[in-house]
T-cell receptor, first 115, second 115 residues
Framework: AQSVTQLGSHVSVSEGALVLLRCNYSSSVPPYLFWYVQYPNQGLQLLLKYTSAATLVKGINDFEAEFKKSETSFHLTKPSAHMSDAAEYFCAVTGSGAAGNKLTFGGGTRVLVKP | DTGVSQDPRHKITKRGQNVTFRCDPI?????LYWYRQTLGQGPEFLTYFQNEAQLEKSRLLSDRFSAERPKGSFSTLEIQRTEQGDSAMYLCASSLVETGGFGYTFGSGTRLTVV
């Protein structure tokens, strides 16, 4: 069984400030982890994914995330927030083999960027 | 290829009516997935197909829901006797078998409102 917990359903940051979104996972198999972004009335766009290679993963738009097995975490960061980063962000987990047939998502974190 | 297409984008229906949604995946993708996303929540897995075979169904997919992928290309999701609790965004995604959960492409979704 797999699950994802995203701490904080809403995060407010100032433009130019650090963005930090927290994700903790639970998985009975080696996990593969993802961050997706969703803009209003849109589908999900992949930001980055961890697939057991480097633990620090770089994605699009200067986002990055670090896989920490000891902490079962996969937090998402961006050094400097831009107004266009205002959106909802979802962390997701899947596994290998049959467990890799579907994604399990967290509840999401909505990011508000203040000018 | 324009990605994963979903139709309609929005649907308002009266309680008790039947509705059908369509998803056209990326043409070379042999896997197709349906997810449901209620307001303020992350997407939840409903079902997936590999070619025309429906390989897994979630417990969320009650007997009022049926999904098909008759020729291994587009898919339809039908909800019979809609209830207010069916109001949600229905997301479709596709991937290759080889990439599974690692290589999803999501559509923009169909937002269903049951009144």
């Amino acid at each position: 069984a797999q699950s994802v917990t995203q701490l904080g359903s809403h995060v407010s940051v100032s433009e130019g400030a650090l963005v930090l979104l927290r994700c903790n996972y639970s998985s009975s198999v080696p996990p593969y982890l993802f961050w997706y972004v969703q803009y209003p009335n849109q589908g999900l766009q992949l930001l980055l994914k961890y697939t057991s290679a480097a633990t620090l993963v770089k994605g699009i738009n200067d986002f990055e995330a670090e896989f920490k097995k000891s902490e079962t975490s996969f937090h998402l960061t961006k050094p400097s927030a831009h107004m266009s980063d205002a959106a909802e962000y979802f962390c997701a987990v899947t596994g290998s083999g049959a467990a890799g047939n579907k994604l399990t998502f967290g509840g999401g974190t909505r990011v508000l960027v203040k000018p | 290829d324009t990605g994963v297409s979903q139709d309609p984008r929005h649907k308002i229906t009266k309680r008790g009516q039947n509705v059908t949604f369509r998803c056209d995946p990326i043409s070379e993708h042999n896997r197709l997935y349906w997810y449901r996303q209620t307001l303020g929540q992350g997407p939840e897995f409903l079902t997936y197909f590999q070619n025309e075979a429906q390989l897994e169904k979630s417990r969320l997919l009650s007997d009022r829901f049926s999904a098909e992928r008759p020729k291994g290309s587009f898919s339809t999701l039908e909800i019979q006797r809609t209830e207010q609790g069916d109001s949600a965004m229905y997301l479709c995604a596709s991937s290759l078998v080889e990439t599974g959960g690692f290589g999803y492409t999501f559509g923009s979704g169909t937002r269903l409102t049951v009144v």
